[in-house]
C-alpha cells in the first residue's frame, strides 16, 4: 500500500544553516505530494505541495521537488531561522480526486539554534 | 476566530466512558476531515465528510467510532466504549474549493487520555 517515509529527528541546526529533511513514498499512480509544518502551539498547516512529476513546490524560502525515479519529496532550505524551529510532516494523497485524504510520514522535529 | 476551533482541547476520560469531540471549520468550507495522530507518528485519516454526509469512513478503526455533522457546518465524533489504545491527538481539518487540489486547514487537536 501508499506510504511515506522521513528521516528520523530531531534535527538541530544552528542560525544560516543549510536544511534537508528526507522523504521517500511509496505510491501506486501518480499521487500528489505536500509538507504540512506544525509550529508549536499551531495546528498544522501548508507549507509547499506539488502535483506531478518535476514539479517543484516552494514558499518562505523552503523548496522540494516531486522526484518519480527516486520517490523522493526532499525538503530543503539554504538558510534556515530560528522561527522554523517546528515539526515537519512529508505527506501524499491517498487519491488523486481527493487531496484532503493524506497519508503522512511521522514528522521530523527540526531545532534551530541562534 | 477564523480558524478551525476544536473543543475540549484535552479530555481524560476512563476506559469504557464515551467521548464526543467536537469541531468547527471555517465558515463556508464543504469539506471536513477527521484524523488521529498518536504519539511520535503522523496523522492518520479517519472520515471526511461533504456538506452533511460522510463521503469517506473507511479509516474508521470500528464501530466504537462514529462522526456526524447534520447541518454541514459544525462536526462530532463520538467514540464508544473508550480503550486505551483510544489515547491520541484527535484533529479537524477543512477544505474549500477544488477537492483534487485543495489545502487542508487544521484545528489545534483534542487530546484524549483514557485511563
Known amino acids: 500500500g501508499n506510504s511515506v517515509t522521513q528521516m528520523e529527528g530531531p534535527v538541530t541546526l544552528s542560525e544560516e544553516a543549510f536544511l534537508t529533511i528526507n522523504c521517500t513514498y511509496t505510491?501506486?499512480?501518480?499521487?500528489?505530494l505536500f509538507w504540512y509544518v506544525q509550529y508549536p502551539g499551531e495546528g498544522l498547516q501548508l507549507l509547499l505541495k506539488?502535483?506531478?512529476?518535476?514539479d517543484k513546490g516552494s514558499n518562505k524560502g523552503f523548496e522540494a521537488t516531486y522526484r518519480k525515479e527516486t520517490t523522493s519529496f526532499h525538503l530543503e532550505k539554504g538558510s534556515v531561522q530560528v522561527s522554523d524551529s517546528a515539526v515537519y510532516f512529508c505527506a501524499l494523497s491517498r487519491t488523486s480526486s481527493n487531496t484532503g485524504k493524506l497519508i503522512f510520514g511521522q514528522g521530523t522535529t527540526l531545532q534551530v539554534k541562534p | 476566530g477564523a480558524g478551525v476551533s476544536q473543543t475540549p482541547s484535552n479530555k481524560v476520560t476512563e476506559k469504557g466512558k464515551y467521548v464526543e469531540l467536537r469541531c468547527d471549520p471555517i465558515?463556508?468550507?464543504?469539506?471536513l476531515y477527521w484524523y488521529r495522530q498518536s504519539l511520535g507518528q503522523g496523522p492518520e485519516f479517519l472520515i471526511y465528510?461533504?456538506?452533511?454526509?460522510?463521503?469517506?469512513d473507511s479509516g474508521l478503526p470500528n464501530d466504537r467510532f462514529f462522526a456526524v455533522r447534520p447541518e454541514g457546518s459544525v462536526s462530532t465524533l463520538k467514540i464508544q466504549r473508550t480503550e486505551r489504545g483510544d489515547s491520541a491527538v484527535y484533529l479537524c481539518?477543512?477544505?474549500?474549493?477544488?477537492?483534487?487540489?485543495?489545502?487542508?486547514?487544521f484545528g489545534e487537536g483534542s487530546r484524549l487520555t483514557v485511563l
Open positions: 506539488a502535483t506531478k512529476a518535476d
Open positions: 465558515s463556508g468550507h464543504t469539506a
Open positions: 505510491a501506486t499512480g501518480y499521487p500528489s
Open positions: 481539518a477543512s477544505s474549500s474549493g477544488q477537492l483534487n487540489t485543495g489545502e487542508l486547514f
Open positions: 465528510f461533504q456538506g452533511t454526509g460522510a463521503a469517506d
